[in-house]
């Protein structure tokens, strides 16, 4: 093929294919960096003789820090962290809001499923507030969610850390509001099983696929999950309502009044 030829084939690449592929040859290299870490992590601590397992549903709240401090939410959130650690109840409240609060517990799915089957058509919106927990359930709530066409929310001083954020990106729209607190970090295994680096290894590059996959699917921007694969565990990477836009993460005021008249 001539030179010329070529570069024009080159040029008729839909940037879209290129930008797709660019995200996920660095979604591999992230994986990659935090399988290193889980290996070198599950060599120190089986070193290590008694120590505390990870507890069976993996929370994240935030620090018990100043708000100005390096790491801090950029408000406190309103609820007690007793009420978040409980497992996610769901309340359906005045304005068709259904409101899902506390930890996102195996299981929740399952319970979420019967509320959308026993009251859809009173839900217009979904509003979370829950330090996140099991993937598996947050991933199959975002996909009812969406669905079922129905919206989320996240209202004033809620959080929604760590799996949470995915159940938000399921909303057709998608509102948090002033001093929202929204998370995210690495996924992690939380279970009190132990497993060997090389199981560690195979569950973190599976569950960071479905979960790149899953937002995408949604709409998503893929800066959102590469700022997760960039945050430790133990930390969060917060949302700033400027980078929620960017991210596609929260929808226009447009679409919400649209959805409020449908």
Not at 190 to 219: F, K, W, Y
Request: hydrophobic residues 45%; negative net charge.
């Amino acid at each position: 093929m001539k030179p010329a030829t070529a570069l024009k084939a080159m040029t008729n690449i839909n940037d879209g294919v290129l930008m797709r592929g660019a995200f996920y040859l660095l979604l591999a290299a992230a994986a990659t960096f935090l399988v290193i870490d889980i290996r070198e992590i599950s060599e120190v601590e089986a070193a290590r003789p008694g120590v505390e397992t990870v507890p069976d549903v993996p929370t994240f709240l935030p620090p018990k820090i100043a708000p100005d401090a390096p790491g801090a939410p950029p408000v406190k959130p309103s609820s007690p962290e007793a009420v978040l650690r409980k497992p996610m109840t769901f309340n359906l409240i005045s304005g068709g809001v259904l409101y899902a609060e506390g930890t996102i517990d195996p299981g929740a799915a399952e319970r979420f499923a019967h509320e959308i089957e026993a009251r859809g058509e009173y839900i217009k919106f979904v509003a979370l507030n829950s330090p996140g927990g099991s993937v598996d359930d947050a991933i199959a709530m975002s996909k009812l969610i969406r669905q079922k066409a129905i919206g989320t929310k996240i209202d004033e001083r809620a959080l929604c850390a760590s799996s949470c954020p995915i159940v938000f990106a399921g909303g057709v729209t998608r509102t948090a509001e002033k001093d929202a607190v929204i998370g995210v970090h690495q996924v992690f295994n939380g279970g009190i099983e132990p497993v060997s680096p090389d199981q560690a290894m195979s569950s973190a590059q599976a569950v960071t696929a479905r979960v790149a996959r899953h937002l995408d699917e949604m709409g998503i921007g893929a800066g959102l999950w590469i700022h997760a694969l960039e945050t430790p565990p133990n930390q969060l990477y917060y949302l700033t309502p400027e980078k929620m836009a960017e991210y596609r993460l929260t929808t226009n005021a447009a679409a919400v009044v649209k959805l409020n008249q449908g």
